[in-house]
């Protein structure tokens, strides 16, 4: 398994990924995050299935918004799609406070029974429509979004402090591109011109107003399926 670790970050640092994000992948354990299935290699650079029906996040997309977002240890963090909790240890590394959202209810709660199992204690986890709730969450100091969004998330932008930053893929279903934020709107102003453009990359939807799925049903699949959890 150290062996496959060390490949994993080597790939990583060959992407250019800074120093404090590769330290923050080091330190977090893949395979407390993710079920053991036949042939998985936890450290390939790829999506891992975490159950219901679900994948976690591509790692060097993840690495790669980390990086352009650049959190600092003083930070209050807002994540939107913790999934298996892994992408939410990997940041909680790197912020002093990190507030996870998560659409799932049943990874919710599994999530964060691994990350407080594994000593992560500065991650608040919540389950449920993050553009519902992030009103009552306060604001931070930046933002993650890891599913796509298709419309600018101006609920979730508005918990943004202002001048702060958030990273997130938006567009269509296929054709979304990754995008930083950064909150200098004052009232009505036009939220577009605050956008920095990066590359384009496919990853699935966010659930609620923003996405593009938010008519569909979550898979029933729980623990033991064919998806691994």
Known sequence: MKTEKEKFLRELKKNNISGPVLDAFAYVEQEVFFPKTVGMNYYEMRPLP??????????????????????????????????????????????????????????ARLAKEKLIDNGFFNVRTFAGDAGDITGE????????????????????????????????PMGPALQQQLVKYKNTTIGDSDTLRNFTFYRFCDVPSIRGEYGWIDQYEMPEEGPGDSSGE
């Open 137 to 168: 969450l306060g604001s931070f100091d930046g933002l993650i979004i890891l599913p796509a969004c298709m419309l600018r998330p101006l609920k979730l932008l508005a918990a943004l402090k202002f001048n702060e930053f958030a990273v997130f």
């Open 50 to 107: 975490v159950g219901f029906g679900e994948k976690s996040d591509d790692p060097l997309l993840l690495a790669q918004m980390i990086d352009i977002l650049a959190p600092k240890d003083t930070w209050r963090l807002l994540e939107v799609g913790a999934g298996s909790g892994y992408s939410s240890a990997v940041l909680s590394c790197m912020v002093k406070e990190l507030v996870t959202v998560e659409y799932n209810e049943r990874l």
